[in-house]
């Protein structure tokens, strides 16, 4: 009987290093403090991106950054992760979100937008009617 109990439990330990999971601190670039969450060291950044933005917004931090992951990069020690990569394969647990250049919302011009009278329904959600 010992013997049964003795393997299932190095049954256990065999299982649990399989699955290494690992505390992970994220600065926000602009934001008033870290996110701190556990992740698993084959998760993808991406992934980790993902939850990390979600996690972000269900706190009601500022400033808003969106949703998509794809905006972002995750950096560690000053250098850009491949977002295809396991975040465990640099063995960093401290991290920095920044938005990528050229990712926030493009205002409109007047030209762009046909006119001044279309731009500013667009820009304010209301209609002037032209006489």
Known sequence: MKRSLSNNNKHRRDDAKEIKRVLITINVMGSSGPLRFVVKEEDLVCEVIHIALK????Q???PLLGTDPTNFLLYSSNIALNPNEAIGSKQARNFVLCKKEGTTPKRMTIKESHGWKAWINKSLNFKILSH
Not at 55 to 58: I, K, M, N, P, T
């Open 55 to 58: 996690s972000y917004a269900r």
């Open 60 to 62: 009601a931090r500022l």
